[in-house]
């Protein structure tokens, strides 16, 4: 009798034991370190903060720094490297990013640049690496990156007053310029040819914070490009802008020389009033053509200056 009593209290003790237990299982197996929705809609979820990142993307460095964060591996690029990342690992350039090179540095996290190296996903998921595809075009583009990137390294605070003090640096430079609406256009030369700019390329998104009319707003985007619309010479004339920006792919003097050139051969083009007043200005590339990320309040100011000297 005495055994039997044994064994029960035994089994009540095992049992009381196990259901104590249960709970932090539980909220183990559940907890995680943060949940991030990526730019193409994937929820990604880390159990721990990532310590080993590599990026695609040399614009996606300074943010990440500026909350804390740092990397094992990153592109080539002849701009945009913070001094901290100098040293780190190339993985290529962004348009070649080495696959090999990138799983032999053994990330926990690759961070990829959207519409151009999602291509890697598949590639780093069978390697059982995490990935992040990220956008970093638009003002709201780096703001929203800022915040992921804040909460994969834990400083949350860090990123809400850097959001704070671009918000006020750009709300300073709209305020301290009259408020007329210009209406401006902005062209973009390549070896290729010519293009417009839309609303969602950097230049296009920079003149709506100043208050600005882009003339190709509401143009059918290029098939390519969802941020250009096709090049009209006649359709420019008859939109006649106010201030023509022009962004480049290629070396700004032999740029400028062409551009000139090209309106110079044209009677059609002095009727245009950016022409006209001298009112073409050229942006510099490493602003308007690649995402300034925590420097878009200069980006803004650049182009207001210009304006408004």
């Not at 909220?27 to 695609?56: H, L, M, Q, W």
């Not at 051969?265 to 050229?282: F, N, T």
């Given at each position: 009798m005495k055994k039997?009593?044994?064994?029960?209290?035994?089994?009540?003790?095992?049992?009381?034991?196990?259901?104590?237990?249960?709970?932090?299982?539980?909220?183990?197996?559940?907890?995680?370190?943060?949940?991030?929705?990526?730019?193409?809609?994937?929820?990604?979820?880390?159990?721990?903060?990532?310590?080993?990142?590599?990026?695609?993307?040399?614009s996606f460095l300074e943010p990440l720094y500026a909350v804390g964060g740092e990397v094992v591996g990153r592109p080539d690029s002849k701009s945009k490297i913070p001094d901290a990342a100098k040293n780190v690992t190339s993985i290529g350039r962004v348009y070649q990013i080495d696959a090999e090179k990138v799983l032999s540095?053994?990330?926990?996290?690759?961070?990829?640049?959207?519409?151009?190296?999602?291509?890697?996903?598949?590639?780093?998921?069978?390697?059982?690496?995490?990935?992040?595809?990220?956008?970093?075009k638009t003002y709201d583009d780096v703001k929203r990156e800022i915040g992921i990137f804040a909460t994969l390294t834990g400083e949350k605070e860090k990123g809400e007053q850097l959001t704070s003090k671009m918000d006020a640096d750009i709300a300073a430079v709209r305020a301290s310029i009259p408020s007329d609406k210009k209406r401006i256009a902005i062209i973009h030369s390549t070896g290729q040819g010519l293009s417009v700019q839309l609303d969602g390329s950097i230049a296009g998104s920079i003149a709506n914070m100043l208050g600005w009319e882009n003339t190709a707003s509401g143009m059918t985007a290029l098939d390519k490009n969802p941020d250009a619309a096709p090049y009209s010479m006649e359709t420019l004339v008859a939109q006649n802008p106010d201030?023509?920006?022009?962004?480049?792919?290629?070396?700004?003097?032999?740029?400028?020389?062409?551009?000139?050139?090209?309106?110079?051969?044209?009677?059609?083009?002095?009727?245009?009033?950016?022409?006209?007043?001298?009112?073409?200005?050229?942006l510099p590339q490493e602003m308007f053509l690649f995402s300034p990320g925590i420097e878009y309040p200069e980006a803004v100011k650049y182009m207001a200056r210009l304006v408004y000297p």
């Open positions: 039997i009593w044994a064994l029960a209290l035994l089994t009540a003790l095992t049992l009381a034991l196990t259901a104590c237990g249960a709970p932090a299982a539980q909220e183990s197996a559940s907890g995680s370190y943060a949940t991030i929705t990526d730019d193409n809609g994937r929820t990604v979820s880390f159990d721990k903060k990532p310590e080993r990142i590599v990026v695609t993307s040399a540095l053994t990330p926990d996290l690759v961070i990829l640049n959207k519409g151009m190296n999602e291509k890697l996903v598949e590639t780093l998921a069978a390697n059982n690496v995490n990935t992040l595809v990220l956008d970093m201030i023509i920006f022009v962004t480049s792919m290629g070396e700004e003097a032999e740029i400028r020389a062409s551009m000139e050139a090209m309106f110079a051969e044209s009677p059609a083009w002095q009727s245009v009033a950016a022409i006209r007043d001298g009112r073409v200005y050229y």
